[in-house]
């Protein structure tokens, strides 16, 4: 299994960034997708997943700012960021767990200015 995760950048403080994460195909039983992220000195943390059956969770801090979505085929998911603030700087991972593993991609980073 291989996630390949893109979109990450350098915004300003308000503005808006996009991240997609493409899943090898051929992936079987995915019981979620989703992202997380870790900030320099901090614990990798939850942002939002969304399950097979297409029900979302987010982080509390992220709540009505971020949107995440899948395509038919769970082959990828998006994160949607929109009023960014610094503190959502981090490096940003998506995730796909199976009834069997957990599986992580190589992490794109985020910048976020004042």
């Known amino acids: 299994v291989q996630l390949q995760a893109s979109g990450g950048g350098f915004v300003q403080a308000g503005g808006s960034l996009n991240l997609s994460c493409v899943a090898s195909?051929?992936?079987?039983?995915?019981?979620?997708r989703g992202w997380y992220r870790q900030a320099p000195g901090k614990q990798r943390e939850l942002v939002a997943t969304?399950?097979?059956?297409?029900?979302?969770k987010y982080a509390d801090s992220v709540k009505g700012r971020f949107t995440i979505s899948k395509n038919i085929t769970e082959n990828t998911v998006l994160l949607q960021m929109t009023s960014l603030k610094p503190e959502d700087t981090a490096v940003y991972y998506c995730?796909?767990?199976?009834?069997?593993?957990?599986?992580w991609g190589q992490g794109t980073l985020v910048t976020v200015s004042s």
């Open positions: 969304i399950s097979r059956e297409g029900t979302t």
């Open positions: 195909k051929g992936i079987l039983f995915i019981r979620s």
């Open positions: 995730n796909l767990r199976t009834t069997q593993r957990n599986y």
